[in-house]
């Protein structure tokens, strides 16, 4: 949440030695505003869901926007894509890659009071490593022996082989983040639940009311600069529209994220410049629909290939997107590392698609609008969450191009907990999805693409290199000559997209829309995943 925040000078310092940023550098975090005088100031966010436990070593129902105010890293991932320290002051490599040595900061307290030292640290990945299997879709996992206690305030950590996304998975906002231990389970496990969310960062829990609120409040012992707000409540609003509502007519301050408004109501409160302003963010991930390359028909390259050729991106974008997100045509951003590759984009091509299917095999019945072969329809399922406005928008526009090329598709919208089910045991021909961005992509989101733990598994199952995908992704992760990453991630991505397992839509990217008479100085940080409240500031009533 807080990356970015050093000095020009440290940036160049700490992205090559591993230097320790000053706590009141100014870099992406402003100087905090002067406390109000009439009180306690709070900024209202308007939300879909409520925070969770705040288990900062586990996922959902956790949200990753609250983990990042409470919890911290060792290392900080940056707008300019770099690891910075952060918890940690530096650190040190050994020659063979296996072991990474860090110093850490002297002057940070956890939000109950209690120092944070190493042996905080290795308890917290004590008790990552305790579930262990559970975050087997990050490499990093699956290679980590453990932290080991070198003196009070330096912690080595051991590896199995030389893994080269080390630093960029430390800084990930889970499963490797830093609680006080005496909040950490008698047993030395999180996996099934924590004492209380006690954790390093800007702000600490004051309240958590399920289907109302989350209020936050800042943390005294904060190492850092003190956040301007005094108080963050998210409330709870699961309808889009009424969430708009809620800020029109002040309830609600701000809404942030991918989809917290309808992009139609996003370009009303652009028009509104007297009262709100708004704001979108560059892309950082794909929104896309992963296509499952074993279940019958789409384990049909033929009918994946199609697919995308069939598929109208331009429409989308305008008639369900509005023109914020703009279109893609690969996995992953071209900004995003080992991916700008000359690969050649699938073009809208409706004839073409349909010239596809023929030739593969799959007629058009007498009279008929959906394909045939061997006498089995050309009939798909298409799973998103059903109160997504946006993946149900795109959903239909997807029902009536394939139509037109004689692929049926029945929709199928479903809570959150039941799509995430059906990625897992594969019961779905496409799929709702998007990549991770950064800084996940490629590594991680490819990394977790070798275990049935999200649709990428499923969709890639049944593509006949498989088993040579996987294994180079394991070597790619392991790989310490940089033009033989630069050669085994060109095969992995051009192979994704020949087998065409994924249909990419649009470059996604978050909104915001805030209230100018509230709130002020509000931009987006570093990953899909921040909301920097460290950066806003409460606007000074006249």
């Not at 800007?202 to 109302?212: I, Q, R, S, Y």
């Amino acid at each position: 949440m807080l990356g970015g925040c050093i000095a020009a000078l440290a940036l160049a310092a700490c992205s090559q030695q591993g230097a320790a940023p000053s706590a009141t550098a100014s870099g992406d975090q402003p100087a905090a505003a002067s406390a109000s005088t009439t009180g306690p100031s709070r900024l209202v966010f308007a939300m879909a869901r409520n925070a969770g436990p705040l288990n900062p070593h586990l996922y959902s129902p956790n949200q990753m926007y609250a983990q990042e105010m409470v919890y911290e890293p060792l290392v900080r991932y940056t707008k300019e894509g770099k690891v910075i320290p952060w918890l940690a002051e530096s650190w040190e490599i050994s020659e063979d890659g296996k072991s990474y040595t860090f110093k850490l900061r002297t002057d940070v307290k956890f939000s109950d009071g209690s120092a944070f030292d190493a042996e905080a640290v290795k308890k917290n990945i004590d008790a990552v490593l305790a579930n262990r299997k559970r975050h087997e879709w990050m490499d990093l996992m699956n290679q980590l022996e453990g932290a080991e206690v070198v003196d009070k305030h330096t912690v080595k950590f051991n590896l199995k082989a030389a893994y080269y996304p080390f630093l960029a998975e430390m800084s990930l906002v889970r499963p490797l983040r830093f609680m006080a231990p005496s909040a950490i389970p008698d047993s030395g496990s999180t996996a099934e639940g924590i004492k209380a969310p006690i954790g390093t960062g800007p702000f600490m829990v004051k309240e958590l009311k399920d289907g109302e609120y989350d209020l936050f409040a800042r943390n005294p012992h904060y190492w850092g600069e003190k956040p301007a707000f005094d108080e963050v409540m998210f409330k709870v609003i699961p309808d889009t529209n009424s969430r708009a509502l809620a800020l029109e007519s002040g309830e609600a301050d701000i809404v942030f994220g991918d989809g917290p408004i309808t992009p139609d109501a996003y370009n009303r409160f652009k028009g509104m410049t007297d009262q709100f302003a708004v704001s979108a963010s560059q892309g950082f991930a794909t929104r896309l629909f992963v296509i499952n390359s074993k279940r019958f028909p789409t384990n049909d390259l033929a009918v994946r290939k199609a697919i995308n050729h069939a598929t109208n991106k331009d429409a989308i974008i305008k008639n369900v997107l509005f023109d914020i997100e703009p279109r893609a045509d690969m996995l992953f951003t071209s900004n995003t590392p080992y991916a700008n590759i000359n690969l050649k984009p699938y073009e809208y091509n409706a004839e073409g698609a349909a010239q596809l299917l023929e030739e593969a095999g799959w007629k058009l019945p007498a009279g008929g609008k959906v394909r045939e072969k061997d006498g089995k329809k050309l009939a798909i399922d298409l799973s998103f969450i059903g109160n997504e406005g946006k993946d149900r928008a795109i959903a239909e526009i997807l029902q009536a191009d394939l139509g037109k090329v004689g692929i049926q598709v029945n929709l199928v919208g479903e809570e959150a907990a039941a799509k995430l089910a059906r990625e897992k045991d594969g019961n779905f021909h496409m799929i709702a999805h998007a990549s991770f961005g950064p800084p996940y992509d490629p590594q991680s989101f490819l990394s977790q693409a070798r275990k049935p733990s999200h649709g990428d598994y499923r969709g890639q199952e049944g593509i006949p290199m498989k088993a040579e995908l996987d294994q180079k992704i394991t070597q790619v992760l392991q790989e310490t000559d940089e033009a033989k990453r630069v050669e085994l991630w060109t095969w992995i991505l051009t192979t994704l997209h020949e087998q065409a397992v994924y249909l990419p839509i649009s470059s996604r990217n978050l909104i915001e829309v805030h209230n100018i008479n509230k709130v002020g100085n509000v931009g987006f940080g570093a990953t899909v995943s921040e909301y920097p409240i460290w950066s806003m500031q409460p606007v000074q009533k006249k």
